[in-house]
């Protein structure tokens, strides 16, 4: 006796067929109906220090300024905060690992790593820029300002953007070189507005939070 057929087929091939052409059918459907939750993006804050020098003269940059270099970013490396006078309260910061590429002042090592003012604050998930200045990508050379920070085993990038100077490209490069091999070699360093030295003295700091949608 012959097993029975449907166009030619054999039942128990064709039921066999429904049943697993059934259950894709129904996992897609499980899929579709509960897909991941979206990460919610952090909200942005640009932070503005008050500086007690203007750190858009170069020469103020490099005397105060304990290194002048040219480097390649390699990569993240921590998001360690500064501490502050409350207790368990951080200033924010992020560490990059740098490639040294050029020495303009101070003795550094083939490679160092840099503490940055624009970071993820850890305990609400925010991301703060200092003076809107960007989180650094690996890859990018810039021109770094930084003083040492030998108890933190980092060195920090003076007063956000300005110490942190990225090149477009080789010549660009070359040129910002140039600029601060003169700086270095004409250092400025003024004497602070009375306002700005009497709140450095009292260890103040102000600052200004915009909310960037």
Known sequence: MQPSSIAGQPLR???VSIAVAGALLFVRSSLAIDPPAATPAPAVYVI?????YDFRDQRVLAGFADALFLGEVIEQTGSKGLPTSDPGAEIPQTQFSVKVIERIKGDLPDEVVVSQGSAIDQATGDLLLLDGDPLLVPGEVVLFAVNRE???????IVAGPYGALRTKDAADA?????VFTLAAANPYVPVPNAETHQAKKAGKRKTVRDHRP
């Open 174 to 178: 070359d040129r910002l070189v140039a």
């Open 150 to 156: 030998p108890d933190l085993g980092w060195y920090t």
């Open 48 to 52: 503005h220090p008050s500086y007690a």
């Open 13 to 15: 091939l064709v039921l």
